[in-house]
């Protein structure tokens, strides 16, 4: 066989080509073929002297062109010619033309829907600026999608980009499902590979003001998370002395922290999940109330945390500037060096360049006061320490942050204190010996028993524990966790009224969607694992510098949130202003920084009775059943 391509391959090989380029091409295509159309036609009419029935003599070139380009491009004209030989070549001329234009319109139609089909797979690059990018998708995007729209409320146009191996349309679905009130911030969502570092480009992480990289729902989500800072660095890189990127990631394993830190270096803050939710959920167990406090420090919906400079409070001590505050609460400093103090002393003195941690409502309702009313000296009390007590402890269920749970209780509980945990996973016992054998003030026991059975419950004499922390497991769905959660709960509290004994409980709970239902267990707390972590996400991706208050805030070091009885501050039944409660907690070399009214504890409505930030200058009466909420050392 030869080798040489015949001219019929040729003109199969050229037509191939032109159909492989895309409707543009053919197209242009089909114009040449309806000029050439028209140009043979109105040449043969010339040449041959064809006019139409009516015409007196021969037509010229421009009008033949004419008469051709209209019956090609309009096939009713041809009912309305006469004379046969005109009709006849008109014909011709009519059926190319409605070849042509079936082509074209079928063409037109296909390119149409391409490219609605590319726009439905959401490939296209977003062109906003100063939005908010987030990389990848879990359960906790609803979370924080709602407290971004929140925080971007008097914003003048809020963005939020959605980058995700998803599809588009289903992203958006899931969005509006969840998150049925975006006010006016709008939601945009791109498929792509968040690895990937031609399809990161996609939501412009240059131009973003801040960028969410969420770990996925597999076997190895921190991988996924430091391929994903390692592509957007290296765009970094290539845009060398262009703006800082304002990253923040989350990380589950704590063995994966230094080599994401190695890879973000000082562009990325990272969330240790399985860290943070440890700590919650140790502070919150020896204290009933917590959760509801934290959540309100973390959520954007209430009061939150914002750094301000105050240069009116250059020169005076740290409990001076903050009685100078009715609607805000002043709790901590960062120096001009950078350094950060959560509860500094009392007389530590405000200088130069140094920027204040207030709580309030919003930023642009922190404002310095007059001179602010004389404290009530008599009602202010003056407690003696209170012993620490040893504490009892039981954990039911079992996951991967056990361990590091039952570390946390330990730093903050008395000597001789106890831990006992009973789980179905029977490596429960070994990791405790591994990874709990450090512990200075707490001695852990294991048993292996179904959390969910009401004998194995009757048998663990329940009411001889002061707090019971109720752990999901993470081998299986959050909804099936959650589901033996309640189960377990609903035992717990029938055994309560049966026996008559009041239990402290904690509750980890994996939806948030959850909660509303095991309300009537009324356990005491309940720590939303994605909730809280993506609260803070939100938070830390609108405020980069909360980072170092959420590292003290959440760690044994320093000072953490603390309730304590009202009556260690003031006289009950004796209404005092909130001045007085601040005078008292410092003394103390405490901030004092809202209370909680027992009265209303299990009222939703009221935040479970929870006022963080009141004003200073209004009264309330306390009893001895409510508590002070404090920052403390301990």
Known sequence: MSQTPTPAQRFRYAFDNVMGRGPIALIGLLLVLTLALVLVV?????????????????????????????????????????????????????LGGVFIVASLIGILSSGLEDRLGEMRKGRSLVVEEGHTLILGWSPKIFTIVSELAIANESARQPRVVIVAARDKVEMEDAIRDRVPNTGKMKVICRTGDPIDPTDILIGRPMAA???????????????????????????????????????????????????????????????????????????????????????????????????????????????????????STLCGVRRANGAFQLNPPPESLIESGDRVLLIAEDDSLIRLGEAPPASDEAAIRVAAARARLPERSLILGWNKRGPQLINELDTYSAPNSIVHVVAEDPAAADAIARQCANLTHTTATCAVADTTDRRALDAMEIASYRHIILLCADDVSAQRAD????????????????????????????????????????????????????????????????????????????????????????????????????????????????????????DAAREYGVVINPRKSEFVTFTDRDKIVVLAED
């Not at 921190?222 to 765009?235: C, G, N, Q, S």
Request: hydrophobic content about 45%.
């Open 483 to 602: 589901a033996r959660a309640l189960i377990t709960l609903l035992h717990l509290r029938d055994i309560a009224e049966k026996t008559n004994t009041t239990i402290s409980i904690t509750t980890e709970m994996l939806d948030v969607r959850d909660r509303d239902l095991a309300e009537v267990t009324r356990a005491d707390d309940f720590v939303v694992s994605d909730k809280l972590t993506s609260l803070m996400i939100a938070q830390l991706s609108e405020n980069r510098e909360l980072g170092v208050v959420f590292r003290e805030l959440f760690t044994s070091e320093g000072s953490e949130v603390y309730l304590k009885p009202a009556g260690d501050y003031v006289t009950p039944g004796v209404p005092v202003n909130f001045y007085t409660v601040t005078e008292a907690a410092r003394r103390r070399n405490e901030v004092a920084i809202g209370y909680r009214a027992l009265a209303h504890a299990e």
């Open 42 to 94: 109105a040449t043969l009419m010339v040449i041959s002297g064809i006019a139409p029935g009516d015409a007196k003599e021969p037509v010229e070139f421009v009008e033949a062109f004419w008469l051709a380009m209209v019956r090609t491009l309009d096939a009713g004209t041809f009912g309305a010619d006469t004379g046969w030989r005109f009709r006849l070549i008109m014909l011709v001329d009519t």
């Open 209 to 327: 003001k801040s960028i969410i990289v969420l770990g996925p729902d597999t076997e190895d989500p921190d991988a996924e998370v430091i391929k994903t800072i390692l592509a957007l660095t290296r765009r970094v890189r290539d845009n060398a002395g262009g703006p800082r990127l304002h990253i923040v990631a989350e990380i589950r394993d704590e063995r994966n922290l230094q080599v994401a830190r190695m890879v973000g270096r000082e562009d990325v803050e990272f969330v240790l999940l399985g860290d943070v939710i440890a700590r919650i959920a140790a502070q919150t167990c020896l204290q009933s109330g917590l959760s509801v406090v934290i959540t309100e420090l973390l959520d954007f919906k209430g009061n939150e945390f914002y750094f301000s400079a105050e240069p009116a409070l250059t020169g005076r001590s740290f409990s001076e500037a903050a009685r100078m505050y009715d609607t």
